[in-house]
């Protein structure tokens, strides 16, 4: 077929400021009816494919620069200016002579961010939305559960200037590196605003705002994710890493809206990290899903569009508000709500003879059992900077990893499920209740749970990671001031769904963060962003889980019957 693209559309705001746009359409003739578009800061020229191919379908689509990048005016201010720009352009759009009146949204990632922004203005000619993979300011960027992320650096060096800066972006080596460094140097969060030429002024705002905790004006109000009233369709992945904020979002929505609207908002989670969530592939840092999992996510875009727009049907992977992809078993299930997913929880109480420190002397994690033994504990210097070289050779912020490395005896803790008689199918999220005692005025904990095969291979499926000044929630931060233990509940872990096949077991660890890509924790108990070397002090975490402290895990399990 052959298409009609416009490469040079303009579009006016009220300002003065004019975005620059790309048109495709099935043909310059073609009658008049719904556009979708994407409105996004990584240059209009990255959704060529995708625009072409809905053009090719019959969809009239626009990819439109943000505010300041690619051909667009302006200057670019993250997360704030689509509050304001994005109904002007639906809008503008509405009123085109190749425009029926009905406007969609599509895109991922920040991209995912300017439809929540764009639906919070409640423009009348916005049809539908189809955020992915959306980054939730103060959830899971720029930092999760309040512990900052280096990354941040590499994102506005990807969207610095008007070009997009995807050769450097890429070069994970560099910023590998370049963490590596900054780890051993023992220099304050803060610094990074002076790395690579300096001149970040977004980093001191965002650091600043980490460490209050203070995003509100960055994202919808309450009020406005209330009034939010179209068909949505919610879209993330089990290793998305923006998982945490679609989520977010679906769940504001679905707790503010009325109960007739959010009939109307639907939700896909798939086996796919955060590239995935747009390019499904069936292979996630060395683990491998069935062909099920692989869908063609343009061809679901379509149907939703046709379904909601057109009156056509609904598409066929949809048979419930929400559907998710079951790993391990290869198949998709669907349920009502997010909460149906999982039908019972089981708790594992962890036990030990008090030396849980690796594979070979490990905890244990049973069910319907009081709890037992002496408490375990492990001792972390943040001045120790040889896991910096670890982390070069095995990346532990990849959500996939299919190894384990166990070169810090004693700076961890390891408990393990006896192997299952039978498979058991995992869907929602993890809760760990864990009895901490430190003896600094602030630590930050990292626990991660895995499956491992019966030849002892380990397959990462999910984390979660706490400061211990938010034991009490994150709003309100307060300081230890003695070693008596303190019950933490881990309740952020990502959202997950796995068959654990027969022979398999559950493996827990709890250690500190100790990274090359997140803020450190020197645990000195001053502003974190602030602490260097000279406020380190070594912690000794002791995890108790006798009768007074019934440390558990709590275990999600999904349904039994055929999907």
Known sequence: MTIHIEPNLRIPLPDGVELGAVLYRPAADAPPGPVAFTLSPYTADTYFARGVNFAEHGLTFIAVDTRGRGNSGGAFDPFRQELADGPT???????????????????????????????????????????????????????????????LLQWLAFV?????????????????????RRFEADVSFRSLADEVGGKWPQIGEWIDRIEAHDFADYMPSDAQIAGIAMPILTITGSYDDDQPGALAYYRRHMALAPADITAQHYLLIGPWDHGGTRTPQANVGGVSFGAASVIDMDALHREWFAWVMEGGERPALLKDRVTYYVMGA???????????????????????????????????????????????????????????????????????????????????????TAPFDEPVEIAGQFVLEAWLAIDTPDTDFVVRIYEVDNEGRAILL????????????????????????????????????????????????????????????????GTV???????????????????????????????????
């Not at 709890?371 to 990849?398: F, H, K, L, N």
């Not at 602030?530 to 406020?535: G, K, L, R």
Request: net charge negative; glycine share 8%.
């Open 89 to 151: 352009i639906v809008q503008w759009i509405a009123a085109q002579p190749f425009c029926n009146g009905k406007v969609a949204m599509a895109g991922g990632s920040y991209c995912g961010t300017t439809q929540w922004a764009t639906a919070s203005g409640h423009p009348p000619a916005l049809a539908t939305i189809v955020p992915t993979a959306s980054a939730h300011a103060g959830i899971d960027f720029p930092a999760r559960n309040g512990i900052g992320y280096q990354y």
């Open 160 to 180: 610095n200037g008007q070009a997009l800066q995807s050769t450097w972006f890429a070069d994970l080596g560099f910023w590998r590196n370049l963490w590596r």
């Open 330 to 416: 290869d198949r998709w299930r669907h349920c009502a709500r997010l909460e149906d997913a999982t039908a019972a929880i089981a708790d594992y109480r962890l036990s030990s003879a008090g030396n849980a420190h690796d594979l070979f002397t490990a905890g244990w994690l049973t069910p319907d059992t009081a709890p037992d033994g002496p408490p375990d504990s492990y001792r972390y210097d943040p001045c120790d900077t040889a896991i910096a070289a670890i982390e070069m050779e095995v990346d532990q912020e990849d959500p996939a990893e299919a190894r384990m490395v166990f070169a810090r005896n004693g700076t961890q803790l390891v408990y393990h």
């Open 462 to 525: 999910t984390s979660d990671m706490l400061r211990a000044r938010h034991g009490n929630g994150i709003a309100t931060p307060c300081l230890v001031t003695d070693n008596a233990p303190r019950l933490y509940t881990f309740a952020q872990f990502f959202w997950i769904a796995r068959e654990v096949a027969a022979g398999h077991r559950l493996r827990l660890t709890i250690g500190p963060n100790h990274s090359i890509h997140t803020q450190r924790n020197f645990n000195g108990g």
């Open 529 to 563: 962003s602030d602490e260097t070397i000279a406020d380190a002090r070594t912690v000794t975490v002791t995890l108790h889980h006798d009768a007074q402290h019934p440390s558990r895990l709590r275990v999600p399990l999904g349904a039994k019957e055929p999907a």
